[in-house]
């Protein structure tokens, strides 16, 4: 059995959780934008937590897009028939990853490149 106490405490919300949910709610629409031109919201939500956060998986993507297609165009026939082309679904599959935990609210990371960070 559990007492009213148990249940105050798994009902309180922590106050800087709250925060963030906030700054996620008002700031959805330059965390998508992130994934298009990234320091757009570098630009207009300087104090924004989430959309920083978005605009660094943005900058990653922009750099693994940029790194694979420089190999794949470098590399002869390699190159064009198989890097470029799973290279670049897979960075348009991180972009829809991307939008899609921004359109959330969530600051989840991007699979393989999302733990690194450079705007910090």
Avoid at 57 to 86: C, D, S, Y
Wanted: hydrophobic share 50%; aromatic share 8%; glycine share 8%.
């Amino acid at each position: 059995m559990t007492d009213g106490s148990e249940k105050e405490n798994q009902q309180q919300k922590d106050p800087s959780q709250d925060q963030v949910s906030e700054d996620a709610q008002k700031n959805k629409g330059l965390g998508i934008v992130a994934y298009i031109i990234f320091f757009i919201p570098l630009l207009v939500a300087k104090e924004s937590k989430f959309a920083t956060y978005h605009a660094n998986q943005g900058l990653l993507l922009l750099l693994t897009a940029i790194i694979i297609n420089t190999a794949g165009t470098l590399i002869p026939i390699i190159g064009w028939l198989i890097i470029l082309p799973i290279g670049n679904l897979f960075v348009f599959i991180l972009w829809l990853i991307g939008i899609l935990n921004a359109a959330k609210g969530e600051m989840a990371p991007l699979p393989v490149i999302g733990k690194y960070h450079i705007i910090k």
